[in-house]
């Protein structure tokens, strides 16, 4: 069965700095796609950045990045020029190519003004 | 991306009363459709999985007499919470499925049970 965990429950960055939001995932499938989501309090969830598996170049959306080992199962999210509108809470999510997701426990971000 | 829609956005119920959650994929012809649960500042979990036309498959641990889903049409899935208790309030959320590349979500509902 496959696992994903977010060891971070809170995260903290000042307005305009970068933050680095970590996952780590389990899996004995070899295709598979990581994905970034974000929920604002209106719990709306809003995909931010996707990653298939068999493409080694990290994806990146504008002011988000990954950076994706897959060998260690590794999957980190990285918001540069951090923006109010970024605080949220963030979800690191797998699925495999039935479209089920899995999720991790999330991360709180709060970004300081 | 997926406009989905969910119908209400929130609801507030008796004890024992049963509660139906729409949920509609309105550009796009849904075959499979997850439903999550979602409990405060915790965790997105899926519940079931509906299949247009066939019975829906449920995570373990999850009531499929308690939770009745139907998906009588590609556009349309439902979600019934049969004679609802306190511990059955929460954020229900569908997402259409795809191909694994992306998942989109409904804006969600809240379930309160008094």
């Known amino acids: 069965a496959q696992t994903v965990t977010q060891s971070q429950p809170e995260m903290s960055v000042q307005e305009a700095e970068t933050v680095t939001l970590s996952c780590t995932y389990d899996t004995s499938e070899s295709d598979y796609y990581l994905f970034w989501y974000k929920q604002p309090p209106s719990r709306q969830m809003i995909l931010v950045i996707r990653q298939e598996a068999y493409k080694q170049q990290n994806a990146t959306e504008n002011r988000f990045s990954v950076n994706f080992q897959k060998a260690a199962k590794s999957f980190s999210l990285k918001i540069s020029d951090s923006q109010l509108g970024d605080a949220a809470m963030y979800f690191c999510g797998f699925s495999s190519n039935t479209g089920k997701l899995i999720f991790g426990q999330g991360t709180t971000l709060q970004v300081k003004p | 991306g997926a406009v989905v829609s969910q119908h209400p956005s929130r609801v507030i119920c008796k004890s024992g009363t049963s509660v139906k959650i729409e949920c509609r994929s309105l550009?796009?012809?849904?075959?499979?459709m997850f439903w999550y649960r979602q409990f405060p500042k915790k965790s997105l979990m899926l519940m079931a999985t509906?299949?247009?036309?066939?019975?829906?498959?449920?995570e373990q641990g999850v009531e499929k007499d308690k939770f009745l889903i139907n998906h009588a049409s590609l556009t349309l899935s439902t979600l019934t919470v049969t004679s609802a208790h306190p511990e059955d309030s929460s954020f229900y959320i569908c997402s259409p499925g795809g191909d694994g590349e992306t998942q989109y979500f409904g804006p969600g509902t809240r379930l309160l049970v008094l």
């Open positions: 550009d796009f012809q849904a075959t499979t």
């Open positions: 509906s299949n247009e036309g066939s019975k829906a498959t449920y």
